[in-house]
């Protein structure tokens, strides 16, 4: 595997935090360029030049910090395209700095980290609810899905992201550990599984909607790119 | 008014703008701003029927001649309500304001209504405002945004004490549908500018005051679901969801609808079409022609019957305004309760 597709698979790690999605599936990258000496640069577009800095931000620095650890790479330059905060964005991800450092005086990082774990804990509710109504239609019970253990759940994307963002909000998730859990981390009980997962299909609803939203404003954001190009403005 | 396969609608339009967003109007320094606001709206519009879609330049300024047609002739639209949105820090002489918008009022006393705005961070002078606003223009409602900039601010939160105040003016002054935009936003940056807890906290605390939420929360409709589910004055505002949904994502529309009615129920959601973002047309027409898909992934969503559409396409909202609906549109008065009311005090173990 060449460099580039070292770079690619890496960004396919990354996940818009609001959607739960890798930016690589959304369309988001854009470029990706490796120069022959290794430095990296990469483009990213969003479905609209006013998406929401704070989730702007954490794309671009996600980007970057998933590259960095890669062998052989040089120099990293990330940079958020036609972008109404680009600019500040940019130049703080090109310094190494947080979100802060971008909007001096507008923000802090703890309220961004607030809001990045809010978002792993609704995309795990709603990752178990795919996970969750696949098995019951598979004619599984409510008391043997609430009795599943990690080492139980099925090998697949879901699965595995579920258990990604277990580790990274801090719920346990060995092989004995429960399949399914309160965004608190507590186990799910048998007879709170109904209702739970009439809120979690909602959730997971909400961010399947949006992802959806995303996608036609950037499919529209490129048909109107192009069109502008080619009469030439 | 709307009528089709022999059933009428009474169609009142919770959400219309009448806005002037053409350069002329930029505030000198803030142009990349305001021009950002207006192609972002831009780039909704064609989430409609591409036969729908207009040019940017006709986008930014259009004429009571449009919207008179665009609204009241083609859209059915028997009653249309303005949200005033201000925005005067990017707009010279706002983006759509009470004063504009009640111009046009003027001219269709009884055709349109306009809803002015309040912001706590104006303290003293804003109460003294909203109360000769409230004179001057017979306000049954106010539009607010806790996203706007103002002064170096980022936005403010219902639940701040100011707010109260303000709150407890409304109801001196007879002002009882507030309505709050939740949705789609640019600004602040620091803050999550969708959380509706604010609207929770307020809706209890002033139990005879309507609180709609705009956009339903989007995109963080589970939020508002939730909290809806628990407070009887809180109603779901529909622009955005048909708007943005139902032509170019119909199976997420679907979902969507299904859910709002399991947990709000028909009798608290309002159609409105955003216009001039989208034209009331497509949606008063698409919307009645509608039906849930029969796959099995809708099938414990509770079914919208006529009836149901003809609530959401006005009659919910006519009783919100005090609109008198002749006897032909109305129907049988029956108690709905939403679906999701007995599970409320689950929710919160979520």
């Not at chain 1, 479905?47 to 980007?63: E, G, I, K, V």
């Not at chain 2, 589910?229 to 048909?242: F, K």
């Not at chain 2, 079914?303 to 005090?322: E, P, S, V």
Request: glycine share 8%; aromatic share 10%.
């Amino acid at each position: 595997m060449n460099t580039r597709a070292r770079v690619l698979e890496a960004l396919s790690e990354v996940h818009d935090p609001e959607l739960d999605e890798p930016i690589t599936s959304l369309g988001f990258v854009t470029s990706c360029e490796v120069s022959p000496s290794g430095d990296v640069e990469i483009l990213l577009r969003l479905p609209t030049p006013q998406c929401a800095p704070n989730f702007a931000y954490l794309m671009a620095a996600d980007a970057r910090n998933v590259v960095r650890r890669l062998p052989d790479v040089g120099r990293i330059e990330v940079r958020l395209e036609d972008h109404y905060t680009g600019k500040e964005i940019n130049a703080a991800i090109a310094r190494g700095e947080g979100f802060a450092a971008a909007f001096p005086g507008e923000t802090d990082d703890d309220q961004l980290d607030a809001l990045r774990e809010l978002f792993q804990r609704k995309a795990l509710v709603a990752r178990q609810a795919r996970l969750c109504e696949a098995l019951l239609a598979d004619g599984a019970t409510p008391v043997q899905v609430t009795a599943l253990r990690v080492a139980d759940l099925p090998d697949d994307g879901d699965a595995r992201r579920c258990l990604e963002l277990r580790g990274q909000l801090g719920i346990g998730c060995d092989p004995n550990a429960p399949a399914f859990v309160a965004p608190n981390g507590e186990p799910l009980a048998a007879d709170e599984l109904t209702l739970w997962l009439r809120k979690a299909r909602l959730v997971r609803t909400s961010l399947e909607v949006n992802g959806s939203i995303c996608r036609s404003l950037l499919q529209i954001r490129s048909r109107r790119g192009a069109e502008l190009e080619e009469v030439g403005t | 008014m709307y009528s089709h396969n022999g059933d009428t609608f009474f169609v009142v339009d919770g959400h219309l703008h009448f806005w002037d967003a053409s350069p002329a109007n930029w505030v000198s320094g803030q142009e990349q701003y305001a021009k950002g606001w207006i192609e972002c709206f831009h780039a909704y519009m064609g989430l409609g029927p591409e036969e729908t879609h207009w040019p940017l330049e006709k986008f930014q300024k259009y004429s009571e001649d449009d919207f008179v047609k665009d609204v009241f002739e083609d859209g059915y639209v028997d009653v249309g309500i303005f949200q005033s949105t201000y925005l005067k820090e990017w707009y010279r002489d706002g983006f759509n304001t009470l004063e504009k918008n009640s111009q046009l009022v003027e001219k269709y006393p009884d055709r349109l209504i306009a809803n002015g705005r309040w912001d706590p961070r104006e303290g003293e002078a804003g109460l003294k405002q909203l109360e000769e606003d409230a004179k001057r223009y017979n306000l049954q409602g106010v539009k607010l945004y806790t996203a706007e900039w103002y002064q170096g601010s980022r936005g403010w939160s219902l639940k701040e004490p100011e707010s109260q105040r303000f709150l407890e003016k409304c109801q001196a002054l007879g002002i009882k549908n507030i309505h709050v935009h939740k949705g789609p936003t640019i600004w602040p940056l620091d803050k999550d500018a969708f959380d509706v807890s604010d609207v929770d906290y307020v809706a209890t605390n002033f139990p005879e005051l309507n609180f709609i939420v705009e956009h339903v929360g989007l995109p963080r409709i589970e939020d508002f679901c939730f909290m809806a589910t628990q407070e009887p004055n809180v109603y779901a505002g529909l622009a955005v969801v048909i708007g943005g949904l139902m032509h170019a994502r119909p199976r997420f529309f679907a979902k969507v609808m299904g859910e709002l009615l399991f947990w709000v129920g028909e009798d608290k959601m309002l159609w409105a079409s955003d216009y001039a973002i989208w034209e009331p047309r497509w949606q008063v027409e698409g919307f009645v022609d509608w039906t849930s898909p029969e796959d099995v992934e809708f099938s414990d969503y509770p079914r919208l019957t006529t009836d149901g559409k003809k609530k959401i396409l006005g009659l919910n909202a006519a009783k919100l305004y005090g609109i008198d609906v002749p006897d032909e549109f109305q129907i049988p008065d029956e108690a709905g309760e939403p679906a999701a009311r007995e599970d409320a005090q689950l929710v919160d173990s979520a």
